[in-house]
T-cell receptor, first 114, second 112 residues
Framework: DTEVTQTPKHLVMGMTNKKSLKCEQHMGHRAMYWYKQKAKKPPELMFV???????INESVPSRFSPECPNSSLLNLHLHALQPEDSALYLC?????????????FGPGTRLTVL | AQSVSQHNHHVILSEAASLELGCNYS??????LFWYVQYPGQHLQLLLKYFSGDPLVKGIKGFEAEFIKSKFSFNLRKPSVQWSDTAEYFCAVTTNTDKLIFGTGTRLQVFP
C-alpha cells in the first residue's frame, strides 16, 4: 500500500466551528507532514512529526492544532478559522525526516471557511 | 534563505513538442532535488529525484532532469510531450534543514 489517504475531501466550515482533518498511511513511514496550498501557489510546510513527536512548527497560528495519535495517523484540528485559511490542506509521509527521504502526498482536503 | 525559482510560470505547447522547464535554487551547500507533478484534480506525485551521482536523472513517463551544480540548476526535460502531460510541475529541494522547499510551479498546457 503506497497511499496516503485524507478525509474529508471537502470541508466547509464557519468561523466558529471546530473540525478535524485526518490523514492515514500504512507504509510504515515515521515522518508525517501537513502542508497548506493556496490556489496557483506551491505547498507551504506547516508541521512535521517524526516518530510521533512534533519536530517542526512553521510558526502556524494556534487555531491549527496538529496531533499524531500513532505512527499511521495524523490529524489537524481546526478552530476559529478565518476566511483566508481557505485552501487545500495536504498531508504527506516519508520513511524518515531526513532530507534524502521522498515524501508521498495525499490528495488533500479542500477547506472553505465562510 | 534557501529558495527555489521556476521562471516559466505558464508554458503552452503542442503535442510532440519538446519541453524544458527551468529550476534554479539558492543554497551553497549540499542539496537534494526533486520534481513533482500535480495533474488536474490529483495529488502531487514524484517525477524524479537527484541525490548524488550521475547528474542526468531519468524519471517516470519519459521525463529527465539534469543537475548542473555550477549553475545551481535542475531543469526538467521531455523530448516529446503528450496531451496527458498537462499539469502543474513543481521543482523542490531539501537541504540540511530537512524541509522540502517548493518552487512557485509551472503550469504546462499541451494542446492536441
Amino acid at each position: 500500500d503506497t497511499e496516503v489517504t485524507q478525509t474529508p475531501k471537502h470541508l466547509v466550515m464557519g468561523m466558529t466551528n471546530k473540525k478535524s482533518l485526518k490523514c492515514e498511511q500504512h507504509m510504515g513511514h515515521r515522518a508525517m507532514y501537513w502542508y497548506k496550498q493556496k490556489a496557483k501557489k506551491p505547498p507551504e510546510l506547516m508541521f512535521v512529526y517524526s516518530y510521533e513527536k512534533l519536530s517542526i512548527n512553521e510558526s502556524v497560528p494556534s487555531r491549527f492544532s496538529p496531533e499524531c495519535p500513532n505512527s499511521s495517523l495524523l490529524n489537524l484540528h481546526l478552530h476559529a478559522l478565518q476566511p483566508e485559511d481557505s485552501a487545500l490542506y495536504l498531508c504527506a509521509s516519508s520513511q524518515g525526516q531526513g532530507s534524502y527521504n521522498e515524501q508521498f502526498f495525499g490528495p488533500g482536503t479542500r477547506l472553505t471557511v465562510l | 534563505a534557501q529558495s527555489v525559482s521556476q521562471h516559466n510560470h505558464h508554458v503552452i505547447l503542442s503535442e510532440a513538442a519538446s519541453l524544458e522547464l527551468g529550476c534554479n535554487y539558492s543554497y551553497g551547500g549540499t542539496v537534494n532535488l526533486f520534481w513533482y507533478v500535480q495533474y488536474p484534480g490529483q495529488h502531487l506525485q514524484l517525477l524524479l529525484k537527484y541525490f548524488s551521482g550521475d547528474p542526468l536523472v531519468k524519471g517516470i513517463k519519459g521525463f529527465e532532469a539534469e543537475f548542473i551544480k555550477s549553475k545551481f540548476s535542475f531543469n526538467l526535460r521531455k523530448p516529446s510531450v503528450q496531451w496527458s502531460d498537462t499539469a502543474e510541475y513543481f521543482c523542490a529541494v531539501t537541504t540540511n534543514t530537512d524541509k522540502l522547499i517548493f518552487g512557485t510551479g509551472t503550469r504546462l498546457q499541451v494542446f492536441p
